[in-house]
């Protein structure tokens, strides 16, 4: 009988200090906490501490003052539950470097630590902590998901995150044309540098910049020795000819100009033209048969404009191109510290991950190659197919995989090149989601993601769309190649498969009808369809109304159709 009572009262006292230990943020409206900041915020620290003050007010409707910890230390604010917005002494671990995107998030005792590096760590972790004890998400500029309560409390929690990748690299116009939603979802690089509210975006200036560098326009007529020899002549559209003195001269002075001008950059491309004719005299031939090739005489003349800027420029970085005849590895010669190598996964199939096929075997033999050899390798990939925006292009289930591979062979940053010239690509407002949190941490489940979009962006139409999506995905067998740009005649699109599509996509329809912004998001999944069926067949969707459809949805909704071709010129080639 007293052992049952001790239980009893064990029991008991057990549950009241399991009441004392939670804390709450926030109940009914109404919150006793302060937000601190460190006596010297950064622009990105005082933005994550009023988008927390924000988002708190809309989840709970709790008004939570904003202070610095200065205030509190002279006693200015009487509250003693705190929500620490970036390192400061009371975090009881050593400040993080300032570039350190990394962060921890800890609710130790009625306080509550957010800290990380102060350019975007800090900020990083913000958004964590509404994402993982809220629930908040940042699908697309145009969709946020704030879920609401009454009450938050907690007990205690900790926990820390860092970045797969230095720099991430979402090239989708509907991401890269909002800087808050680049941020929400640590995305962190684009095409032009950005010194903003949230720490910033970095950027590798420019690309294909030999003709930038030394323009034809300008020095063909009375020196084409600085240009390429093909079939024995020079010529103004090829290459350069590496192995004129004049040429590097000219390189490294301009270089000194560009990073001069734009010092905001991380690293300055010097790089080959888009085009496959090297120089072919006898002085290239030889350095390419010193150093195994193209890419080492490429490196070689690279090396040298390196050189000149590290004295000058040392914390800035050089970068060249590994792409098409320069894309193996050389031999004999290795890059400058200073020398970032862009290797470019474009002959590749990218319907499966990349290192799990024979088809690409060599592309993985050349990252092997570069990964032995190369201080710091950047991956320029590509994610949809550049010859048809709007056509299915079922490769998810690559994503978190070929990330992973550039990861684990050293890989600094990636940057996913997709439809960069307007919204609505396949699928793009969720491949755009979806890659910002893979090259965050690739570690994460695919398919999860996709089922969390699907059913938040499609709403009513969720179940039809993720019908859609998963017979777009049975699509890829295990012979399947798709290419980074191939046309509507590709073995993925048969007939049986259109029709099914398309069953798919009137019941989305039906299922949107009456909400005009949902119904949007599903005419960009019809536009797929449509798409197939107008340049499949031109008669019969002419006769049928596709035709008119497409051309409704693509005007309406401004969708660019193909990078090399505008949306009227598209419409010009169907009359």
């Known amino acids: 009988m007293k052992l049952k009572m001790m239980l009893v009262i064990l029991a008991v006292m057990l549950s009241f200090n399991s009441l004392e230990a939670r804390h709450t943020l926030f109940r009914n409206g109404k919150s006793s906490y302060t937000i601190v900041l460190p006596s010297d915020p950064s622009a990105s620290e005082r933005t994550a501490a009023r988008e927390l003050q924000e988002y708190i007010r809309q989840i709970g409707g709790a008004e939570i003052p904003v202070a610095s910890i200065d205030s509190i230390r002279s006693g200015l604010f009487s509250r003693k539950t705190r929500i620490y917005v970036g390192w400061n002494e009371r975090t009881g671990v050593q400040q993080p470097a300032a570039d350190d995107e990394g962060f921890t998030v800890s609710g130790k005792g009625p306080s509550i630590f957010i800290y990380g590096g102060k350019d975007r760590g800090t900020m990083y972790g913000v958004y964590s902590f509404l994402e993982k004890e809220f629930g908040v998400r940042w699908y697309t500029p145009e969709c946020t998901v704030v879920p609401q309560t009454s009450r938050y409390s907690y007990s205690k929690f900790e926990y820390s995150e860092a970045p797969a990748l230095k720099y991430r690299f979402v090239q989708y116009n509907n991401a890269n044309r909002d800087e808050a939603w680049m941020a929400h979802n640590r995305n962190n690089s684009a095409w032009t540098v950005a010194d903003n509210e949230f720490g910033g975006i970095s ?60 010092p905001l950059y991380w690293v300055y491309s010097l790089s080959q033209n888009d085009n496959m004719l090297p120089c072919e005299c006898d002085e290239c031939k030889a350095l390419e048969e010193r150093y195994g090739g193209h890419s080492g005489a490429m490196l070689w003349f690279v090396n040298q404009v390196a050189d000149e800027i590290m004295p000058l420029f040392p914390e800035k970085y050089i970068g060249t191109f590994a792409y098409q005849y320069t894309r193996h590895a050389p031999e004999n010669i290795v890059p400058k510290d200073n020398v970032v190598i862009r290797l470019c996964s474009i002959e590749c199939d990218f319907s499966h991950p990349i290192d799990s096929t024979e088809y690409n075997r060599p592309f993985m033999d050349d990252l092997e190659a570069w990964a032995s050899k190369a201080p710091n390798l950047f991956i320029w990939d590509y994610v949809v197919n550049f010859n048809q925006y709007l056509a299915p292009y079922p490769n998810f289930q690559s994503l978190a995989s070929n990330i992973r591979t550039f990861r684990d062979h050293k890989a600094i940053g990636i940057q996913e090149e997709a439809n960069y010239q307007s919204d609505g690509g396949e699928f793009s ?44 995905r049975a699509q890829v067998k295990d012979d399947t190649v798709m290419g980074f740009a191939f046309d509507q005649n590709h073995s993925l699109y048969d007939e049986g498969f259109i029709t099914k599509a398309w069953e798919y996509v009137q019941s989305a329809r039906a299922e949107a009808s009456g909400d005009e912004e949902l119904m949007k998001r599903v005419d960009r999944v019809a536009a797929q369809i449509l798409f197939l069926k107008v340049t499949r067949n031109i008669e019969a969707s002419r006769a049928d109304g596709s035709m008119d459809e497409l051309f409704r949805i693509i005007d309406s909704q401004e969708l660019r159709v193909r990078e090399w071709q505008t949306t009227e010129d598209f419409k010009k080639s169907l009359q």
């Open 203 to 262: 950027a590798y200036w420019s690309a294909h910049t030999f003709g930038y560098f030394v323009p034809a326009d300008k020095y063909f007529k009375e020196h084409p020795e600085y240009f390429s020899v093909k079939d024995g002549k020079r010529i103004p559209n090829g290459q350069l000819c590496l192995t004129n003195p004049d040429v590097l001269e000219i390189c490294k002075e301009g270089m000194k100009k560009v990073i001069s001008e734009n």
């Open 429 to 472: 407002e969720m491949k755009a989601w979806v890659l910002a949190k893979l090259l965050w941490n690739p570690e994460l489940d695919t398919n999860a993601l996709v089922d969390e979009f699907i059913e938040a962006y499609y709403g009513a139409a969720a179940s039809s769309v993720h019908s859609y999506f998963d017979l777009c």
